[in-house]
């Protein structure tokens, strides 16, 4: 089973930044290189929206629309991670934020198989 833990999270203010990452490990499989990495965000009481996804390789990315210009997603397959630059943040950037893998590049929450338990991120205004 693959285990995804992510940290990173915290309190910023408006037009701050942080980076996220998240580390994937699993009893039989070291080797993520096949897989795509994306992460996800919940606000209370809405529902989980994709933020960004990255292919196995790391040659491809695609954003949500909310982030683009200010996100940057990245992974350093030798230590199974994947990290999410933030820049400018905004208040309703708010949410919990997860990572999650998947065979491809997706950016339907549904389709990916295993997530992480989320890291907070809080924007003040």
């Known amino acids: 089973q693959v285990q995804l833990v992510e940290s990173g999270g915290g309190l910023v203010q408006a037009g701050g930044s942080l980076r996220l990452s998240c580390v994937a490990s699993?009893?039989?499989?070291?080797?993520?290189?096949?897989?795509?990495m994306g992460w996800f965000r919940q606000a209370p009481g809405k529902d989980r929206e994709f933020v960004a996804v990255v292919s196995g390789t790391g040659g491809f990315a695609h954003y949500a629309n909310a982030v683009k210009g200010r996100f940057a997603i990245s992974r350093d397959n030798a230590k199974n991670t994947v990290y999410l630059q933030m820049n400018s943040l905004k208040p309703e950037d708010t949410a919990v934020y997860y990572c999650?893998?998947?065979?491809?590049?997706?950016?339907?929450?549904?389709?990916?198989?295993?997530w992480g338990q989320g890291t907070q991120v809080t924007v003040s205004s």
């Open positions: 999650a893998i998947n065979n491809i590049v997706d950016p339907r929450p549904t389709n990916y198989d295993y």
């Open positions: 699993a009893p039989t499989l070291s080797d993520f290189s096949d897989d795509a």
